[in-house]
């Protein structure tokens, strides 16, 4: 019989969200939207490739496995994310 892992609320992983940059923690933040990176990228006036090469540093960064993880995290820390923002 198979264990299935739960994450509470009350038990989500440490992240240090500090080793960002402002403009990846403003990717972050619209990743949770569930955006296309066109979409993204025409929000923040910046190109599309831009949008990739950020997403693929916050995922690195916050070892993180995809793009879809990071959306997810965004979701869950959004205030965590917002309280750093300037």
């Not at 198979?2 to 402002?22: C, G, H, K, N, Y």
């Not at 993204?40 to 997403?55: D, P, S, Y």
């Not at 690195?60 to 965004?74: D, G, T």
């Amino acid at each position: 019989m198979e264990e299935t892992a739960v994450i509470s609320m009350t038990e989500r992983p440490v992240l240090d969200f500090a080793m960002l940059t402002e403009r990846e923690l403003e990717v972050l933040v619209l990743l949770a939207s569930g955006e296309q990176n066109r979409w993204l990228a025409r929000r923040l006036g910046i190109a599309e490739r831009t949008v990739r090469a950020h997403t693929t540093s916050i995922v690195r960064k916050l070892n993180l496995k995809s793009r879809f993880e990071a959306a997810i995290v965004s979701h869950l820390y959004a205030e965590d994310i917002r309280g750093l923002r300037p």
